[in-house]
């Protein structure tokens, strides 16, 4: 739990530090940089006047930036003031926030692959959870390794990149019911086991049969994605991690789309449920725990690009339009606009979190 709530407060300080840092390099003067809300229980305060303060409920942070607040009254000659420098380093200290955790990704992903390695192309289907009544009860264990059907090697992703997700499940069909021979690979031995399917049934308890009427055999298993790791040349290794957090911005965009289609479902999750995610992922291995934050950084980063109200994003537009069209928007418009924004966003988030915390219980 603890490596859970560090890696959750590891997101938030990347993200406010990037503001920080931005503005007080564009001339800004910061009151404040918070991990977490609430009364602080540790604060300091550094020479140019900043406090630094921890709170006792880690679910986010802020930097607060003289005269950032729009309702705010702004001395016109305060030269440190986040509304009285030029647009385009107001812009830059918005933007600071998710470049950082864009950053932090590159940097996580540099050190995953120069001391673990990466992932093999190939992937094979592996052994997750058995159901108590399962065919392979008693026969497989969970986190073995499946490499090949009666003989025939098999994968999930092949040596040339070929996607067969649906093989496994297809060749024990195909036997329907006859016992089948599996070669697996157990904490580094590898042994032969024989498993007789059985019949698959749908959550009615029917008898399962697929689209040309055959009946369903399962060995009643949850397949899971394995792989091994490998290194590779420092000059690919610094490649591969520049390239994460593009093509992991496309996988989660791609993702998005498909929920809004309605191809694919929503699972909202807060606070909570991030911790939880962590506490699973370390649990099971430090890198699955940095390969979380690795997913989570970019995540952070790309949603507080969207064009939203009280996100980055959401003021970038108005900062846009101030540089675009030379005057500034209506403060009125955008006061109404953010503080919106604002209220929706804890009404989301207490509604999120009160679903997390009931999902526990």
């Given at each position: 739990m603890v490596l859970a709530l560090l890696a959750l407060s590891?997101?938030?300080?990347?993200?406010?530090?990037?503001?920080?840092?931005?503005a007080r390099w564009c001339g800004m003067r910061v009151e404040r940089f918070s991990i977490g809300f609430g009364p602080a229980i540790f604060k300091v305060k550094n020479k140019s006047g900043t406090q630094f303060q921890v709170t006792p409920i880690p679910f986010g942070g802020f930097v607060e930036i003289r005269g950032m607040n729009i309702a705010e009254e702004v001395d016109p000659d305060d030269a440190q003031a986040y509304a009285n420098r030029p647009v385009s380093l107001r812009f830059a200290t918005i933007l600071a926030g998710p470049a950082t955790n864009w950053i932090s990704a590159i940097a996580l992903a540099?050190?995953?692959?120069?001391?673990?390695?990466?992932?093999?192309?190939?992937r094979w289907f592996g052994v997750g959870a058995i159901s108590d009544d399962a065919a392979a009860k008693g026969v497989l264990e969970s986190g073995d390794r499946v490499l090949a059907i009666d003989g025939e090697p098999i994968y999930l992703v092949s040596p040339e990149g070929k996607v067969t997700a649906g093989a496994l499940p297809t060749k024990i069909s195909d036997k329907q019911g006859a016992p089948v021979t599996i070669m697996v690979k157990r904490k580094g031995a590898i042994r032969d086991v024989t498993i007789t399917p059985k019949l698959g049934k749908n959550e009615d308890g029917t008898l399962a049969k697929d689209a040309s009427g055959r009946q369903i055999y399962r060995l009643g298993f949850r397949i899971e994605e394995q792989f091994d790791r490998v290194h590779v040349s420092a000059g690919s290794t610094l490649a591969r991690a520049f390239r994460y957090p593009v093509d992991q911005s496309a996988a989660i965009l791609s993702g998005l789309y498909q929920v809004v289609t309605g191809a694919a479902k929503a699972e909202l999750g807060g606070p909570v449920r991030i911790v939880e995610e962590f506490n699973a992922a370390f649990e099971s291995s430090f890198v699955d725990g940095l390969e979380l934050l690795m997913v989570l950084s970019v995540y952070l980063a790309l949603i507080n690009l969207f064009p939203l109200p009280a996100l980055d994003g959401g003021?970038?537009?108005f900062l846009g339009y101030e540089m675009i069209t030379r005057r500034r928007a209506n403060p009125k418009i955008e006061t109404t606009v953010h503080m919106a924004g604002v209220l929706l966003l804890m009404v989301v988030m207490v509604m999120v979190t009160y679903k997390d915390v009931a999902r526990l219980f």
């Open positions: 590891f997101l938030i300080f990347v993200h406010e530090a990037g503001h920080y840092v931005v540099l050190l995953l692959y120069a001391v673990f390695g990466v992932k093999t192309q190939e003021r970038l537009v």
